[in-house]
């Protein structure tokens, strides 16, 4: 294996490089933060929302097998 030295110019493009690869990586990551947080709080409000829905249907008074409109006819008349 063979190293050879940079030239000053190939030093600066190498390091530019790196610079843009790090801004790059900087703003996915601050994306991604952005992205989970909106994710994290949809999560809250649906969470939010089955617990209305649930508070909205569950009746602690009836079991959950009764039917809200009372026991079934007894025949036909």
């Known amino acids: ?5 940079l030239t000053p110019d190939q030093a ?3 390091g530019a490089a790196l610079d ?4 790059w ?17 949809t999560a809250r ?4 929302l089955a617990d ?4 909205a249907v569950h009746r602690p008074d009836r079991p959950a ?3 809200p409109y009372g026991p079934a006819p007894k025949g036909h008349r």
């Open 1 to 5: 294996m063979r190293l050879t030295l």
């Open 12 to 14: 600066r493009a190498v």
């Open 20 to 23: 843009r690869l790090a801004a």
């Open 25 to 41: 990586w900087r703003r996915l990551r601050e994306q991604f933060t952005a992205l989970a947080r909106r994710v994290i709080d």
């Open 45 to 48: 409000d649906l969470t939010r």
């Open 52 to 55: 209305l829905a649930h508070a």
């Open 65 to 67: 097998w009764a039917s």
